[in-house]
Nanobody, 126 residues
Framework: QVQLVESGGGLVQSGGSLRLSCAASGRTFSSYAMGWFRQAPGKEREFAAAISWSGSRRYYADYVKGRFTISRDNAKNTVYLQMNSLKPEDTAVYYC???????????????????WGQGTQVTVSS
């Protein structure tokens, strides 16, 4: 498994921006697909964005398209989630996850990921 540590969460006003980072351990980070999920109180964990091992393929949930951007720096073993135009409904704990299976398709469901970070809280005030 991969150890993942998120950072960058915090309190921001509606319309503001945050950039989340997820630092991964291990020498094979560049071979993993990575994803970001979020979970609001009382709700199930939901997919936000995913990126292939090379960064050439990205996929977003409809509710973040045009506002969030996932990227990665394999030299730094880090994946990012740039979040712009934040809304109060974006308030949640955000988790990064790794899929070490090296499958052909981008994983979009929580069960397709085998390593998770501890999460970072994002709170958007109105």
């Amino acid at each position: 498994q991969v150890q993942l540590v998120e950072s960058g969460g915090g309190l921001v006003q509606s319309g503001g921006s945050l950039r989340l980072s997820c630092a991964a351990s291990g020498r094979t980070f560049s071979s993993y697909a990575m994803g970001w999920f979020r979970q609001a109180p009382g709700k199930e964990r939901e997919f936000a964005a995913a990126i292939s091992w090379s960064g050439s393929r990205r996929y977003y949930a409809d509710y973040v398209k045009g506002r969030f951007t996932i990227s990665r720096d394999n030299a730094k073993n880090t994946v990012y989630l740039q979040m712009n135009s934040l809304k109060p409904e974006d308030t949640a704990v955000y988790y990064c996850a790794a899929d070490t299976s090296q499958g052909a398709r981008l994983p979009l469901k929580p069960l397709e990921y085998d390593s998770w970070g501890q999460g970072t809280q994002v709170t958007v005030s109105s």
